[in-house]
């Protein structure tokens, strides 16, 4: 079992930054890719980021590429996403999911990281709101 937990979310205005956390439990964390998806009122989940288990590939949605980086840091558990030059279509709460990873093909795995349907864990997810 494993616990996610994200922070970091809050008012901003447009242009700035924000750096949002996801702290796991238990000790294989480093055996799970990560993504995080967002969520907007009255519009469907959708895919921003994700990261394979060792580091070595990243995968952005388009609307989010070069704004946004998601490093993780597996001796501490976590996995951040960094959202810089925020618009305020980036309102929306945010989740961090864990996915057992079991593709190793980079494009195999962007493809099903970026689907949401095979994660195994969820966050409760945070608010962040871009102001105009």
């Known amino acids: 079992q494993v616990q996610l937990v994200e922070s970091g979310g809050g008012l901003v205005q447009a242009g700035g930054s924000l750096r949002l956390s996801c702290a796991a439990s238990g000790r294989t964390f480093s055996s799970y890719a990560m993504g995080w998806f967002r969520q907007a009122p009255g519009k469907e989940r959708e895919f921003v980021s994700a990261i394979s288990r060792s580091g070595g590939n990243t995968y952005y949605a388009d609307s989010v590429k070069g704004r946004f980086t998601i490093p993780r840091d597996n001796a501490k558990n976590t996995v951040y996403l960094q959202m810089n030059s925020l618009k305020p279509e980036d309102t929306a709460v945010y989740y961090c999911?864990?996915?057992?990873?079991?593709?190793?093909?980079?494009?195999?795995?962007?493809?099903?990281?970026?689907?949401?349907?095979?994660?195994?864990?969820w966050g409760q997810g945070t608010q962040v709101t871009v102001s105009s």
């Open positions: 999911a864990a996915d057992r990873q079991r593709i190793t093909t980079p494009q195999a795995l962007g493809v099903m990281l970026k689907s949401g349907v095979e994660y195994d864990y």
